[in-house]
């Protein structure tokens, strides 16, 4: 069976760094940190003291008041980020083509704000009153239900949920969801709110985040002095299309994807494997999907959580796939602009790809200061940089030895 070509032609996001993609992207090649005081919760009973929020969100923009009372927060970005993506491409999904528009949205951890507040109401009130809605607001895929909904898009419809690879890995199934001609179009990415009590409560008790109290310096990939991620919220979403549909409305396209590989540790539950050995299978998968050779990718966003062993593993693991070009590569972390955003990381990530393509610049890892032997790579420290991007490759790498890759190419009209 031929393979269709997939070509993405709108982008959506609501990020720490700016509630819409271009914004988001700007500020990421100005090197804007989006990493502040925690305000969500209090933040003196907590040793996670900063965090990367979004700030002045006004969900009534994209839905009515109502029904957003009725969505837990995730699944507003969710859906404002898919209306954003949609206006984007210049898409409209008219009853005709409803049934072969899909859509895939992961996320890592779906309506935990909900679950909280609910649990506690049932705890105080009783089980009478406990919302109707708590389970539709909870449940992980109720953000591509929602989406569905809001969009009338009719075609296949799904979510992953695979940690921290949660949005990288709707992304590729997506991709190969139109690949085999099953949707001519797919609404994709991923979308989390984890700045609730018992998520950072958790990742504390896991002594998974950082527990500096200097937004500034907090996170800080490959650099030796690095202490843990820090968390965020938002959504990245983009528009995937085959490429005969994109030529046949005369879309503008942004960039080809052309790979995707999805691996499993098998290792432990939140430690990644000794020297990134399931994460180099990834990338490797990633490549013999993309029919690429390891020399003909320029840059590399990863997952760069500023964590001690996956920054150290990642590295090694780039340079078991790519050898001597690995110290020709530019890799880079916008997590130390946006934090960690869970389920909605890689796909926030998949946007800046694209972006990056598009605009030919290498987005920074910025707070990088003092160099770790073990993390020698060029990581386009502090700031952007222009490049002739032609390949760019994606990694996500998950909870439970989740590890996800998607490769993207430029996107050449001729």
Known sequence: MEKRRVVVTGVGAVTPLGNDAETSWKHAVDGVSGVGPMTRLDADAFPM???AEINDFDAS???DKKEARRMDRFTQFAVASAKMALADA???ITSELAPRVGVWIGSGIGGMETYESQFRTFLEKGQRRVSPFFVP????????G???IYTGAKGPNSCSVTACASGTNSIGDAFKVIQRGDADAMITGGSEAPITNMAVAGFCSAKAVTTTDDPKTASRPFDANRSGFVMGEGAGLLILESLESAQARGATIYAEIVGYGSTGDAHHITAPAPEGEGGARCMAEALRDAGLAPEDVSYINAHGTSTEYNDAFETTAVKTVFGEHAYKLAVSSTK?????LLGAAGAIEAVFSVK???AGILPPTINYETPDPQCDLDYVPNEAREADLQVVMSNSLGFGGHNATLVFKKWQSA
């Open 49 to 51: 003291k900063v965090a």
């Open 61 to 63: 923009l994209f839905m």
């Open 90 to 92: 210049e898409l409209e």
């Open 137 to 144: 607001m909870m449940i992980p895929d109720m953000a591509a």
């Open 146 to 148: 929602q989406v569905s």
């Open 336 to 340: 130390s602009m946006t934090g960690h």
């Open 356 to 358: 990056a393509l598009e």
